[in-house]
């Protein structure tokens, strides 16, 4: 894709599913890529792998949710290779269970990881895209904060959060030539789906009009051109990758 080459790209929680595949498709189309993960070594791993494969990365470990480690990861990126051109924020966790059942805990750690670090991380790149007046921050939300999802009140919530901050943030940022956009996957084959009852799986693979589940690739590709310059007049957008399950 167009414009993608030499640049340096940040993925969070980066090292398996969706995440690793985003990273795998940017090292692919010549972005040196910086995997984040919660463990030193882990994001070494996926780095690894990724360079294994003539990519060209680096692992830095990151808790996205704390202002001070995502600020900190930003300041080594920028001393290493002196720019950051895309944010890809991936980093996820999920704690269901039914409204009466869930834990205020539960409730508290899904959204401080998911919208938390959506905003630390996008806070602290957003000071160097504005100065180079360039930039793509890439959101990964979920079909289930557009339609909800029974279980899932605290993720459902998250994941919403997400869509209303791209939209917001998009329209602050637009000016200085920053896109910011968000891509919603439907159920997609990756670890953290596996686990689901296969009652439940079947459910959404029903009413999904192409009949299947997605792979963690065909996410990874949108995100690639929302991230290329032929993504470049696209911003403050909800991009669906669901096989057609919500058509809204």
Not at 144 to 151: C, S
Not at 169 to 176: G, P, Q, T, Y
Request: glycine share 12%; hydrophobic share 50%; aromatic share 4%.
């Amino acid at each position: 894709m167009r414009g993608l080459r030499e640049k340096i790209a940040i993925v969070t929680g980066a090292t398996r599913g969706i995440g690793f595949a985003i990273a795998r498709r940017l090292a692919e189309e010549g972005v040196t890529v910086v995997v984040t993960s919660r463990e030193q070594q882990r994001a070494e791993d996926a780095a690894g792998r990724l360079r294994a494969d003539g990519g060209a990365a680096i692992g830095l470990a990151t808790v996205v949710h704390e202002a001070a480690s995502a600020a900190a990861m930003v300041g080594r990126v920028l001393e290493q290779f002196g720019a950051i051109h895309i944010l890809v924020n991936n980093a996820a966790t999920v704690r269901d269970n039914l409204l009466l059942r869930m834990k205020p805990q539960d409730w508290d750690d899904v959204i401080r990881v998911n919208l938390g670090g959506v905003f630390h991380c996008t806070q602290a790149v957003s000071r160097t895209m504005l100065k180079q007046r360039a930039g793509r921050i890439i959101n990964l939300t979920s079909i289930v904060g557009v339609i909800g999802n029974a279980g899932q009140a605290n993720y459902a919530a998250s994941k919403a959060g997400i869509i209303g901050f791209t939209k917001s943030v998009a329209r602050e940022l637009a000016s200085r030539g920053i896109t910011v956009n968000a891509v919603a996957p439907g159920l997609i084959e990756t670890d953290m789906t596996s686990g689901l009852p296969q009652t439940v799986r079947e459910a959404f693979i029903a009413d999904t009009p192409l009949g299947r589940a997605g792979l963690p690739e065909d996410v990874a590709g949108v995100v690639a051109f929302l991230a290329s310059d032929d993504g470049a007049f696209i911003t403050g957008q909800v991009i669906h990758v669901d096989g057609g399950l919500v058509m809204a």
